[in-house]
């Protein structure tokens, strides 16, 4: 898909079609990831790909704003180098929209996880001293029963300046 | 471009050709900028295009990690909202990411600036109360005459996992 109908045509996605997701495509996904932007190149990420069902249920009853990560066909959960303090929330959140990027790109819809349990999920899938997790990322085909969130975007006019701040045209 | 190449395929650039950046292509970057995933939807950002040149001048002078942005044919300049205290920083980045992605598809090159002068940068453009400079971008075509920044990334064995931390293969 052409990058700049990617990124301006993605759309939430929470409930997915129950249809396997292609390991290959979830590489594709990581591998977006790990291809974001950060600062210094010090890539404060690691990736833990999830496609085994107890794991994903587990996980959705983990996540409080995203137990329908346990009715998603995989999931991949984010981690960041606590060693890494000004600039590994923003380096991990450009890895994320990288990955949505691309999940959409090829058919897959996905949804950011914000608050869960970040000491039980550590447990649970063993992650070491000196990383926490920073969001737990489902993918899956879009239900077709299923509409879209709508996300109505603020309007060009009230984001987008020339020059100078409340300048609204080049 | 297809939106896996542009992803995988982005470099660094700090240096510029000498020709100026459309401000179609522009418009089309800070749209990409627009349909970054934020929490709660909030879009917590704003966007400053800059094309002149005193102004681009001026900018590079107060970006101590960014005096290239002085020579670019063009900036734009991200905006944070202040009263977003914890998701904009994150929101903020993934309007960035979305943004270097969709200069890379189309022919433009960018480097994140990190350190700058916020309160002369906000004098300078007249950001009002309750705004900080996120980050400065220039954007502009990849000058021929300068390689792009060498950026190795780790390798997949070292930040992918399967299933649980520490499992190399699915």
Request: proline content about 6%.
């Amino acid at each position: 898909m052409d990058t700049i109908q990617a990124i301006t045509t993605r759309k939430v996605h929470r409930t997915f079609a129950q249809k396997p997701v292609e390991a290959e495509k979830l590489a594709q996904i990581v591998d977006a990831g790990r291809h974001a932007m950060s600062a210094r190149n010090m890539q404060p990420w690691q990736f833990i790909v999830v496609r085994e069902r107890a794991t994903l249920k587990a996980l959705g009853e983990l996540c409080s704003t995203g137990r329908f990560v346990a009715d998603a066909p995989s999931a991949i959960v984010v981690l960041k180098d606590l060693s890494n303090t000004r600039w590994a929330d923003i380096d991990c959140a450009q890895a994320v929209q990288n990955m949505a990027t691309a999940a959409w790109a090829l058919g897959l819809g996905t949804c950011w996880v914000g608050n869960f349990d970040q000491e039980r999920i550590s447990k649970l899938l063993g992650v070491p001293d000196g990383w926490v997790v920073f969001t737990v990322l489902p993918f899956g085909y879009p239900d077709p029963k299923t509409a879209a969130q709508v996300r109505p975007l603020k309007k060009r006019s009230e984001v987008v300046h020339y020059e100078r701040y409340g300048n609204p045209r080049p």
